[in-house]
């Protein structure tokens, strides 16, 4: 699947993730309206907005991204409609042909991380037959618990030909309460992203590069550099662009020479650019043209950073 993921990016020349993180305030008042005519004020009625809201953004923008990064916990709020409405997004990206990357922070051991695993990821045995759960490309990962909480899922990645990102060096202000403590001599961001690019040595994709990537943060681009040494092989997957503050001219680092190893994820940005200023001509009506002209303005933002760096 990563060399799936390449492949996408280098047939857009967009090294971009959309985080398809819906919240009912995001949702133009008329795909509101709709939903709640047919179902209600309920769970039900919410998670088919989000559903329509997510359609739309998609159908705008597929031609032009390699990926989506659906953030599980926006559904999970809406129960098992909400889940529901997740899992109807995952498929639909994927029949527009886009990877799908379940935001989904799992981490755990033993025959818990197994079945988050199969559940996500691989196949899970009902008698004589096997199903696919969730079913995304790959999903993100949660460290803190050592091997025992990742090895179930490169496992299923072996099997399955998916992928794993794992948390690195998160973009949220308090991530260094932990994650920059030193260990051993080195920041322990530093460490988790050498124990990366050991588990992703078993998983190394005909592109050369590696099922296991990481999370790093575009607002720690620092960082992002050293850790672009310690995981030569491992994508980035970067959030933080946009509405955090990260800029394509912070971003370059992550990135090696070919122009490859980085994905960078903007959500807000994307999704509910029509609340924008600098987008606000689509009005809510038009919202998913202004998704369009918001990935169109990114996609320029980090290529042409890319290219001065050179």
């Known amino acids: 699947m990563i060399d799936r993921l390449v492949e996408n990016i280098k047939k ?32 039900e009625g919410a998670a088919d907005a989000i559903w329509q809201f997510n359609k739309g953004i998609v159908d705008a923008t597929y031609d032009i991204i390699p990926a989506v990064k659906p953030q599980i916990a926006m559904y999970e709020q809406f129960g098992i409609p909400g889940l529901i409405a997740f899992k109807k997004t995952v498929d639909y990206c994927k029949e527009k042909g886009l990877v799908v990357i379940g935001d989904i922070k799992r981490g755990d051991i033993g025959s818990t991380s197994t079945a988050y695993a199969v559940g996500h990821l691989g196949k899970v045995q009902v008698g004589y037959n096997t199903y696919a759960g969730f079913d995304e490309d790959f999903v993100t990962v949660n460290p803190y618990l050592g091997t025992d909480g990742v090895k179930p899922f490169v496992d299923v990645c072996k099997e399955e030909n998916k992928g794993i990102f794992v948390l690195v060096k998160t973009s949220n202000p308090s991530s260094g309460e932990f994650q920059d403590k030193i260990v ?23 592109s050369g590069y590696s099922a296991v990537g990481a999370v790093v943060g575009a607002t720690y681009p620092e960082m992002g550099r050293v850790l672009r040494d310690i995981m030569p092989k491992s994508y980035i997957l970067v959030p933080g662009y946009g509405a955090q503050g990260g800029k394509g001219a912070d971003l370059v680092h992550f990135f090696n020479e070919d122009g490859l190893g980085a994905i960078v994820n903007s959500s807000r940005g994307i999704i509910a650019a029509y609340k924008q200023e600098q987008y606000a001509k689509y009005g809510e009506e038009h919202f998913a043209e202004a998704s369009r002209a918001a990935v169109e303005a990114m996609i320029a933002d980090i290529g042409t950073a890319l290219e001065r760096a050179k």
């Open 184 to 206: 051993d001599g080195k920041p322990l961001y530093e460490l988790v992203g050498r124990m990366v690019d050991t588990w992703g040595s078993e998983v190394i994709g005909k």
């Open 12 to 43: 857009t020349n967009a090294p971009i993730v959309v985080g398809l993180d819906p919240m009912l305030a995001y949702v133009p008042e008329h795909i509101k309206t709709e939903a709640y005519r047919e179902y209600g004020e309920t769970l």
